[in-house]
């Protein structure tokens, strides 16, 4: 969590100026070729994660995980459980790390906070009338600041798909910058902001490219795949294009941003090949939390399960561990 | 954090290879010892030796042919076409049965990345042989008269590049259409093709249909020098190839010759960037460059020539060099000491014309042959680098400013077996392709192979197409 | 009598084969099936309206995936379908023999012909593009080239004698090239259909590309001819009923479905087909790009 939040960068001045300098940026962005990226993608899926290797993937994915919940019949019972399992996730093994953060809706933010503590562990809110993001701006900024004031320290907002698909960046634009805005605190802290695109929505490689700049240049720390609400959510390929992203973006300004697929990664082997994606594509400086999330509910069981097997040199089962 | 994450090794396990001490020669279905000398093959990546190969002199090519003549004359110009189909399917499903016996056999022998001959070599083996399994009952629809009939003994010879990809493009065609073989392996890499000879036998494929016979550059003067042969078929060098033309000069032998190379791969300033990248990778690092369509020129807009290559050096730099039988290598061992000491020399040469050489920084192992990936900026045209096929994992990199250019410069090189284009204008692709003088041009892609898509060279690159519908004529009169 | 002491068989219930499954017909009617000498052997199931409706929704929910696959995927299906059937080569001369009224040696010949026209059409997957595709030399800076696509769903009214040959011969070149289809067998002779169902259940082909019907080509054959997402329509079937064979084409007018008419008479199955099965199922597309820098 960064204590003061960043100027925007002043690199882009000229290109957000309007909706013309935006739309000529965003569409002079190199194009994204499909086949070879999704051909790119599977060839680092073949990667073959073994001994030692696997063991430091499995803990770092852990601690890269989002856990969620974000349904309707939610209740504090339900968030002060998963934010238990949050914090200890095997509790038969106090070596096992705690996930990065607990990920609710903004009105159980305030309990994820209080079960959390002083933990470490991490309240990120989905805000901005998650997850269609069809609502006026004002309430979306209410929707912000209320999950900041209830302790929110990350708050995962979508963009207006719609107006995105209708070419008015700068409308995409000054929202992210405004909701950016609604995530300062009076103590000068400020909730980190990812932005989640909702890409099965995007559809094309390309709009996810130019989703990605549109987010970064306006102040997003990170760039989010998906709300988990639409299918097809995360993808390799999608990540891919994320990852040369905000590679790409610091090349150009020196700052990092961080990447989170979210949605439908539900096994440890696929968590894995989306590390060794972050590994060769961004840069080891991604492999770490602050960097990249996983956002995932059922992910986290499944790497107890392999983590338990490395240990134990046996398959475990479902029945070995908790299900909140 | 103190931990990166280190790749641990991950190796594919030898246990499923079974390599026999020695080897015969594989004449009329059965394994005969060899009358010349025998040599060693060794795993390139370690020089451990895997097995003794015995030479066929020319009274072994002989008998070779004879029994290919008598499988012809006698069985499989007399069976109809859907049941020599049955054959090679029944190959193509051993084939696949086999599949990781295969890839690690030619990975040892060849030393090329087990991820390569798994998921390239190997499957495309078994596409091909299904695909010509198809065309055996279908040849009177393949456009190449109304009565195609077979040509009679093909002499096959074959390069060390992609040993049982090359087999396969040459052995199914040929046995489609009617024709017996007797095909050459090279003498670096003859153990695929050895183990192919096992999987006639499982297939119970009549005995001199398919005749393999090992050795060097004197086994296979033998052999297309044989009067017995109606066809020759050749992949190789340039140089073997024109050879090959004069000596069958004057006889009624067909032949078709795939030859060397020296690909332009062209990247326009609008190319979809980051895929460029890997298709510049694609091109020149897959199979250590040893290619013959590789793109060793890279020939890019000066507009985007510094970005490109500094995005490129990066990728370049996550190749994972080492042992061919980990599942994570990208570059395995180049073939053999001889090929290394040219791809040196003519690295060499690359720094003495002024080129500047960058090569990736990574730790070579002691044993074996081993060259990092490279490439040399500052190129022009007239620098050997950019003129002569080095086949290894080196490339030239030069520039263009307009199309015309980079038309003109692609095409000014002796040879014409493929070329690259990147560019997101359509219209562009096409007119880059109509005007490219090569036989193969990938746009947005590289180094893409299927058994439906003829593949071979325009001008020194050799004649005749081996794929598709195409490959069948090279078999049929 | 049976005597006590010996084993009684377990039969077979004879089934639809609709999106993969095997239900009964959703009529709940069954016919009787004879042998070639009048014997009783089985109850088939009688496809009724709504059975054909929903075959045609399953044949076209399946159409996107199988018509999507890599033709080098469709021809390793369609020999997989032969090596299975191979496999169970002394149970289709049974029932060919039964149906037809064939010696041993005969009918093992009519299956031993069935199998090599699977694998002869499983080779035109990845062919029949390269023989009837085409670029275009037009005359002006672009690039011309015409493929085959597949037509869609196309409904089978599958022949009334050749219970298994003909069967194979006519759905083989529907689905090679992508189409998916609604057949409807042989009404005398269904069970050797039946079976070839279950060899396609087991065959990796995806459930919906191949949807087979028990019952009459006369009750059923006019909803399909009829049917707006049908495609097209083989009437092998009705070979020789010129008074049907009409109606079924004027329904079929509605859509313009494409029509394989009904021949006079049953053709001789044992001779090559040529390419015309496939061709008639097949659309051909043309596109048009600009050369130019």
Same mark, same amino acid.
């Given at each position: 969590?960064?204590?003061?939040?960043?100027?925007?960068?002043?690199?882009?001045?000229?290109?957000?100026?309007?909706?013309?300098?935006?739309?000529?940026?965003?569409?002079?962005?190199?194009?994204?070729?499909?086949?070879?990226?999704?051909?790119?993608?599977?060839?680092?899926?073949?990667?073959?994660?073994?001994?030692?290797?696997?063991?430091?993937?499995?803990?770092?994915?852990?601690?890269?995980?989002?856990?969620?919940?974000?349904?309707?019949?939610?209740?504090?019972?339900?968030?002060?459980?998963?934010?238990?399992?949050?914090?200890?996730?095997?509790?038969?093994?106090?070596?096992?790390?705690?996930?990065?953060?607990?990920?609710?809706?903004?009105?159980?933010?305030?309990?994820?906070?209080?079960?959390?503590?002083?933990?470490?562990?991490?309240?990120?809110?989905?805000?901005?009338?998650?997850?269609?993001?069809?609502?006026?701006?004002?309430?979306?900024?209410?929707?912000?600041?209320?999950?900041?004031?209830?302790?929110?320290?990350?708050?995962?907002?979508?963009?207006?798909?719609?107006?995105?698909?209708?070419?008015?960046?700068?409308?995409?634009?000054?929202?992210?910058?405004?909701?950016?805005?609604?995530?300062?605190?009076?103590?000068?802290?400020?909730?980190?902001?990812?932005?989640?695109?909702?890409?099965?929505?995007?559809?094309?490689?390309?709009?996810?490219?130019?989703?990605?700049?549109?987010?970064?240049?306006?102040?997003?720390?990170?760039?989010?795949?998906?709300?988990?609400?639409?299918?097809?959510?995360?993808?390799?390929?999608?990540?891919?294009?994320?990852?040369?992203?905000?590679?790409?973006?610091?090349?150009?300004?020196?700052?990092?941003?961080?990447?989170?697929?979210?949605?439908?990664?539900?096994?440890?082997?696929?968590?894995?090949?989306?590390?060794?994606?972050?590994?060769?594509?961004?840069?080891?400086?991604?492999?770490?939390?602050?960097?990249?999330?996983?956002?995932?509910?059922?992910?986290?069981?499944?790497?107890?399960?392999?983590?338990?097997?490395?240990?134990?040199?046996?398959?475990?089962?479902?029945?070995?561990?908790?299900?909140? | 954090?103190?931990?990166?994450?280190?790749?641990?090794?991950?190796?594919?396990?030898?246990?499923?290879?079974?390599?026999?001490?020695?080897?015969?020669?594989?004449?009329?279905?059965?394994?005969?010892?060899?009358?010349?000398?025998?040599?060693?093959?060794?795993?390139?990546?370690?020089?451990?030796?895997?097995?003794?190969?015995?030479?066929?002199?020319?009274?072994?090519?002989?008998?070779?042919?004879?029994?290919?003549?008598?499988?012809?004359?006698?069985?499989?110009?007399?069976?109809?076409?859907?049941?020599?189909?049955?054959?090679?399917?029944?190959?193509?499903?051993?084939?696949?049965?086999?599949?990781?016996?295969?890839?690690?056999?030619?990975?040892?022998?060849?030393?090329?990345?087990?991820?390569?001959?798994?998921?390239?070599?190997?499957?495309?083996?078994?596409?091909?042989?299904?695909?010509?399994?198809?065309?055996?009952?279908? #040849?009177?629809?393949?456009?190449?008269?109304?009565?195609?009939?077979?040509?009679?003994?093909?002499?096959?010879?074959?390069?060390?590049?992609?040993?049982?990809?090359?087999?396969?493009?040459?052995?199914?065609?040929?046995?489609?259409?009617?024709?017996?073989?007797?095909?050459?392996?090279?003498?670096?890499?003859?153990?695929?093709?050895?183990?192919?000879?096992?999987?006639?036998?499982?297939?119970?494929?009549?005995?001199?249909?398919?005749?393999?016979?090992?050795?060097?550059?004197?086994?296979?003067?033998?052999?297309?020098?044989?009067?017995?042969?109606?066809?020759?078929?050749?992949?190789?060098?340039?140089?073997?190839?024109?050879?090959?033309?004069?000596?069958?000069?004057?006889?009624?032998?067909?032949?078709?010759?795939?030859?060397?190379?020296?690909?332009?791969?062209?990247?326009?300033?609008?190319?979809?960037?980051?895929?460029?990248?890997?298709?510049?990778?694609?091109?020149?690092?897959?199979?250590?460059?040893?290619?013959?369509?590789?793109?060793?020129?890279?020939?890019?807009?000066?507009?985007?020539?510094?970005? #490109?290559?500094?995005? #490129?050096?990066?990728?370049?730099?996550?190749?994972?060099?080492?042992?061919?039988?980990?599942?994570?290598?990208?570059?395995?061992?180049?073939?053999?000491?001889?090929?290394?000491?040219?791809?040196?020399?003519?690295?060499?040469?690359?720094?003495?014309?002024?080129?500047?050489?960058?090569?990736?920084?990574?730790?070579?192992?002691?044993?074996?042959?081993?060259?990092?990936?490279?490439?040399?900026?500052?190129?022009?045209?007239?620098?050997?680098?950019?003129?002569?096929?080095?086949?290894?994992?080196?490339?030239?990199?030069?520039?263009?400013?307009?199309?015309?250019?980079?038309?003109?410069?692609?095409?000014?090189?002796?040879?014409?077996?493929?070329?690259?284009?990147?560019?997101?204008?359509?219209?562009?692709?096409?007119?880059?392709?109509?005007?490219?003088?090569?036989?193969?041009?990938?746009?947005?892609?590289?180094?893409?192979?299927?058994?439906?898509?003829?593949?071979?060279?325009?001008?020194?690159?050799?004649?005749?197409?081996?794929?598709?519908?195409?490959?069948?004529?090279?078999?049929?009169? | 009598?049976?005597?006590?002491?010996?084993?009684?068989?377990?039969?077979?219930?004879?089934?639809?084969?609709?999106?993969?499954?095997?239900?009964?017909?959703?009529?709940?009617?069954?016919?009787?099936?004879?042998?070639?000498?009048?014997?009783?052997?089985?109850?088939? $199931?009688?496809?009724?309206?709504?059975?054909?409706?929903?075959?045609?929704?399953?044949?076209?929910?399946?159409?996107?995936?199988?018509?999507?696959?890599?033709?080098?995927?469709?021809?390793?299906?369609?020999?997989?379908?032969?090596?299975?059937?191979?496999?169970?080569?002394?149970?289709?001369?049974?029932?060919?023999?039964?149906?037809?009224?064939?010696?041993?040696?005969?009918?093992?010949?009519?299956?031993?012909?069935?199998?090599?026209?699977?694998?002869?059409?499983?080779?035109? $997957?990845?062919?029949?593009?390269?023989?009837?595709?085409?670029?275009?030399?037009?005359?002006?800076?672009?690039?011309?080239?015409?493929?085959?696509?597949?037509?869609?769903?196309?409904?089978?009214?599958?022949?009334?004698?050749?219970?298994?040959?003909?069967?194979?011969?006519?759905?083989?070149?529907?689905?090679?090239?992508?189409?998916?289809?609604?057949?409807?067998?042989?009404?005398?002779?269904?069970?050797?259909?039946?079976?070839?169902?279950?060899?396609?259940?087991?065959?990796?082909?995806?459930?919906?590309?191949?949807?087979?019907?028990?019952?009459?080509?006369?009750?059923?054959?006019?909803?399909?001819?009829?049917?707006?997402?049908?495609?097209?329509?083989?009437?092998?079937?009705?070979?020789?009923?010129?008074?049907?064979?009409?109606?079924?084409?004027?329904?079929?007018?509605?859509?313009?479905?494409?029509?394989?008419?009904?021949? $006079?008479?049953?053709?001789?199955?044992?001779?090559?087909?040529?390419?015309?099965?496939?061709?008639?199922?097949?659309?051909?597309?043309?596109?048009?790009?600009?050369?130019?820098?």
């Amino acid at each position: 969590m960064s204590s003061t939040s960043t100027i925007l960068d002043p690199a882009f001045e000229d290109v957000t100026r309007s909706e013309a300098s935006l739309r000529r940026f965003l569409h002079g962005l190199p194009g994204v070729d499909q086949v070879g990226a999704e051909a790119r993608a599977a060839g680092l899926a073949t990667r073959s994660i073994k001994t030692s290797a696997k063991e430091f993937a499995l803990d770092l994915a852990i601690r890269m995980v989002d856990l969620t919940t974000l349904e309707g019949q939610d209740t504090p019972g339900k968030v002060r459980a998963l934010s238990a399992k949050a914090m200890r996730p095997d509790p038969s093994d106090p070596t096992c790390p705690a996930t990065a953060a607990v990920c609710v809706y903004p009105d159980m933010a305030g309990i994820a906070k209080q079960a959390l503590g002083t933990s470490g562990v991490h309240v990120a809110a989905v805000a901005t009338a998650f997850p269609s993001g069809r609502a006026a701006l004002d309430i979306k900024l209410a929707d912000t600041r209320d999950a900041v004031d209830a302790g929110a320290d990350e708050i995962d907002m979508v963009i207006d798909r719609g107006a995105f698909l209708a070419g008015r960046y700068q409308h995409v634009y000054d929202e992210i910058v405004a909701v950016r805005e609604a995530c300062h605190r009076e103590n000068g802290e400020s909730a980190h902001l990812k932005v989640i695109f909702e890409t099965g929505e995007l559809q094309t490689y390309d709009n996810v490219r130019r989703a990605s700049w549109l987010a970064m240049m306006a102040g997003a720390h990170f760039i989010k795949t998906s709300t988990g609400k639409v299918q097809p959510a995360a993808t390799l390929p999608v990540t891919l294009v994320m990852l040369q992203a905000v590679r790409d973006f610091r090349e150009t300004t020196g700052r990092m941003v961080g990447v989170k697929p979210a949605g439908g990664i539900r096994t440890a082997k696929d968590a894995i090949k989306y590390l060794v994606m972050v590994n060769e594509v961004a840069g080891e400086d991604w492999l770490d939390p602050d960097w990249f999330r996983f956002g995932a509910s059922t992910l986290l069981n499944d790497l107890l399960m392999q983590r338990t097997k490395m240990k134990t040199g046996r398959y475990s089962g479902p029945d070995y561990f908790t299900l909140d | 954090m103190p931990s990166p994450f280190e790749y641990a090794p991950a190796p594919e396990s030898r246990a499923v290879v079974d390599i026999k001490p020695s080897y015969g020669l594989f004449i009329n279905g059965e394994f005969v010892d060899g009358h010349g000398a025998s040599f060693k093959t060794i795993s390139p990546a370690t020089e451990e030796v895997l097995a003794e190969i015995a030479e066929a002199d020319e009274a072994d090519v002989d008998a070779a042919v004879r029994a290919a003549r008598t499988a012809y004359d006698k069985v499989w110009s007399r069976l109809p076409g859907r049941e020599r189909a049955k054959y090679l399917y029944r190959i193509a499903r051993i084939i696949q049965e086999r599949s990781r016996e295969l890839a690690v056999l030619e990975s040892l022998d060849n030393g090329k990345p087990i991820k390569e001959s798994r998921d390239v070599d190997v499957p495309i083996v078994a596409a091909h042989f299904f695909y010509y399994a198809g065309w055996a009952d279908k #040849l009177e629809y393949a456009g190449h008269g109304a009565d195609p009939r077979a040509l009679g003994v093909a002499a096959q010879v074959i390069p060390w590049n992609f040993p049982l990809l090359m087999l396969a493009w040459k052995i199914a065609p040929a046995l489609a259409c009617g024709n017996t073989v007797v095909l050459k392996p090279a003498e670096t890499t003859p153990l695929t093709a050895l183990l192919f000879a096992e999987i006639c036998q499982q297939a119970d494929l009549p005995p001199g249909v398919v005749n393999i016979v090992t050795g060097a550059g004197g086994t296979g003067q033998a052999l297309v020098g044989h009067p017995g042969v109606d066809k020759v078929a050749f992949t190789g060098s340039t140089a073997v190839g024109k050879a090959i033309a004069r000596s069958v000069a004057g006889t009624s032998k067909r032949v078709t010759l795939e030859l060397g190379g020296k690909a332009a791969n062209i990247v326009f300033d609008d190319a979809p960037i980051d895929q460029a990248v890997e298709g510049i990778v694609d091109g020149i690092f897959f199979n250590q460059g040893h290619v013959c369509c590789a793109g060793s020129r890279l020939l890019v807009q000066e507009s985007i020539a510094e970005d #490109l290559l500094e995005r #490129l050096k990066a990728r370049m730099s996550t190749l994972r060099m080492g042992d061919p039988l980990d599942k994570n290598t990208d570059i395995g061992a180049i073939n053999s000491g001889e090929q290394l000491k040219r791809i040196r020399e003519l690295s060499e040469v690359g720094d003495a014309e002024g080129a500047e050489r960058w090569e990736v920084a990574c730790e070579l192992p002691t044993k074996g042959f081993w060259f990092p990936p490279t490439l040399f900026t500052g190129v022009s045209q007239a620098h050997r680098i950019a003129r002569e096929e080095i086949f290894g994992p080196v490339l030239s990199v030069l520039t263009f400013r307009t199309p015309a250019e980079a038309l003109e410069k692609a095409n000014n090189t002796p040879y014409g077996l493929s070329a690259g284009v990147w560019t997101e204008k359509g219209s562009l692709i096409l007119k880059m392709a109509s005007s490219l003088r090569a036989g193969v041009v990938w746009a947005n892609t590289f180094n893409k192979f299927d058994p439906t898509s003829p593949f071979g060279g325009y001008k020194e690159s050799g004649y005749g197409r081996e794929g598709g519908r195409h490959g069948l004529e090279a078999y049929l009169k | 009598m049976t005597p006590s002491n010996a084993r009684i068989d377990v039969r077979k219930t004879y089934k639809l084969y609709i999106g993969g499954a095997f239900p009964r017909s959703e009529s709940g009617y069954s016919y009787e099936v004879l042998d070639s000498k009048g014997k009783f052997v089985a109850n088939a $199931a009688l496809a009724s309206r709504k059975d054909a409706r929903d075959a045609v929704t399953a044949a076209r929910k399946a159409f996107g995936g199988w018509s999507g696959r890599t033709a080098y995927n469709r021809a390793q299906i369609l020999y997989r379908i032969a090596e299975v059937m191979e496999d169970r080569r002394p149970q289709f001369v049974q029932a060919v023999s039964q149906s037809e009224g064939l010696s041993a040696a005969k009918a093992g010949g009519v299956v031993d012909e069935a199998i090599d026209r699977l694998v002869w059409y499983a080779g035109w $997957a990845d062919k029949i593009t390269q023989v009837v595709g085409n670029a275009n030399p037009v005359a002006g800076p672009y690039f011309n080239l015409s493929t085959p696509e597949p037509t869609g769903v196309v409904a089978v009214l599958a022949p009334q004698a050749s219970s298994l040959l003909g069967l194979v011969s006519v759905v083989a070149p529907v689905i090679v090239t992508g189409n998916t289809t609604v057949v409807v067998s042989s009404y005398d002779r269904p069970l050797p259909a039946v079976t070839f169902a279950e060899v396609l259940a087991t065959s990796d082909v995806p459930g919906g590309v191949v949807n087979l019907l028990t019952g009459s080509a006369a009750t059923v054959g006019p909803w399909l001819a009829a049917h707006m997402d049908v495609n097209a329509i083989d009437l092998t079937g009705v070979a020789g009923d010129t008074a049907l064979a009409t109606d079924l084409e004027v329904a079929a007018a509605d859509n313009l479905k494409r029509v394989r008419r009904a021949p $006079a008479a049953e053709p001789d199955w044992s001779l090559d087909q040529g390419l015309e099965p496939m061709t008639a199922f097949l659309e051909t597309k043309t596109v048009w790009h600009p050369i130019g820098v």
